[in-house]
């Protein structure tokens, strides 16, 4: 069974250009969450779908960030304008349920630049 | 908000078993604990998680006091393969996702 995958795996962008990135999750995982790690901090969760609505969105940093998953099926992460500080690496995640006992399936990530 | 602590790097030859021990003073009644394994070019890729006491399952073990202020991964028989970041993290996703806190991570280098 295929894992949780990303596109782009690399992102290098201007500041003030916009970035899509694509999260594809485990087939039949409803619960779907994008994370981000800065340099040099922690990761930091971002928000959390359930099938196609946003049940926590309580981590985006502002309203540059916007994330769908239409149909319920992958997710889109979008950045517009990007700034210098949202370089980082964003993961996707994917589980069966939306507990925290349910486990959760990274993808690889995509490394995004912003120049 | 429980804000968690971990060294930055560990050495340790094969063969031997590992501890590396995460500090979250101000864990939430609610909140779980749970460790990551992450490699390089890789995401964080699940290894245990409990709630209070020992938790074990087939690649380490999982010691949470009384308190639940600290918990401790157990990795026996380390090996080569096992050079990785280990991530704890704290939080439960009902009350929050926003209140989940992983660790800076610790880096393991595993010595032949």
Known sequence: EAGVTQFPSHSVIEKGQTVTLRCDPISGHDNLYWYRRVMGKEIKFLLHFVKESKQDESGMPNNRFLAERTGGTYSTLKVQPAELEDSGVYFCASSLGPRTTDTQYFGPGTRLTVL | LAKTTQP??????????????????????????????????????????????????????????????????????????????????VGDFVTGANNLFFGTGTRLTVIP
Not at chain 2, 22 to 48: E, K
Not at chain 2, 51 to 64: C, D, P, R
């Open chain 2, 8 to 89: 930055i790097s560990m050495d340790s030859y094969e063969g031997q078993e590992v501890n590396i021990t995460c500090s979250h003073n101000n864990i939430a009644t609610n909140d779980y604990i749970t460790w990551y394994q992450q490699f390089p070019s890789q995401g964080p890729r699940f290894i245990i998680q409990g709630y209070k006491t020992k938790v074990t399952n087939e690649v380490a073990s999982l010691f949470i006091p009384a308190d639940r202020k600290s918990s401790t991964l157990s990795l026996p028989r380390v090996s080569l393969s096992d050079t990785a970041v280990y991530y704890c993290l």
